[in-house]
């Protein structure tokens, strides 16, 4: 099992980091301290889509998954209410655009990262290895980087840290940040969604977490079950 604290990087790395999202006029990283993180419920438009009207009905199952959210990953909270996800957009590991629609059939754990990130940084060789165990036709980690500019900085930060399970997804334009906020999803970095076969937001967190932890590998159990 990971050791926890590595998921916490030092103050003086996240002032560093929260230094350079500044300067690079990203949006702020998320400081564990900070309780508000986990407390904003996602919010449904008062047009809903059938996908949404659909998704609402899992309202139960969203509460059973995320009850499996226990120690360190005890941060996840259920969907509130669960909401369609599919139009989600992003680039692909061949620099594409894709949607999570395009995963249809496939349990997604979407997290959105970026270089100057500091937790974003410490939690990545987990998500790595969660792909790794986890992966499969029926479950994928998608980890966004949102770093603006090309993707040169992102590709040499997952290359020097071992990085080798994970696909290489990206979003420059950080659409897919400004989406989530809007949702109700996103504070800061990093955020996780966990999002069901028919792209239904399932249970949700910002924060790191320890992904590759007895307790993320059960999450993922609970999430696959009929």
Request: with cysteine.
């Amino acid at each position: 099992m990971a050791d926890g604290n590595r998921f916490f990087p030092a103050p003086r790395l996240i002032l560093a980091a929260l230094v350079a999202g500044v300067l690079a006029g990203a949006v702020a990283v998320y400081v564990s301290e900070s309780r508000s993180g986990n407390n904003a419920a996602p919010q449904v438009a008062a047009d809903s889509s059938q996908d949404d009207v659909a998704c609402v009905a899992k309202a139960g199952r969203a509460k059973a998954v995320a009850a499996k959210a226990v120690g360190q990953v005890a941060g996840l909270q259920p969907a509130d209410p669960p909401q369609s996800l599919k139009n989600l957009a992003f680039n692909g590991p061949d620099g594409k655009p894709m949607t999570i629609a395009d995963h249809a059939g496939k349990t997604i754990l979407l997290n959105l990262w970026a270089t100057w990130c500091a937790p974003c940084r410490a939690e990545m060789p987990a998500l790595d290895a969660l792909q790794k165990e986890k992966g499969s036709k029926d479950f994928e980690v998608i980890a966004v980087n949102v770093d603006t500019g090309d993707d040169t900085k992102p590709k040499k930060f997952l290359s020097e840290i071992g990085v080798q399970t994970l696909g290489f997804y990206r979003d420059p334009t950080i659409a897919l940040f400004n989406e989530a906020k809007t949702r109700g999803l996103a504070l800061g970095l990093p955020v996780t969604m966990l999002i069901d076969a028919e792209g239904c937001l399932v249970a949700h967190m910002n924060g790191p977490a320890g992904w590759s932890s007895a307790d993320a590998k059960r999450l993922v159990d609970a999430a696959l079950e009929p």
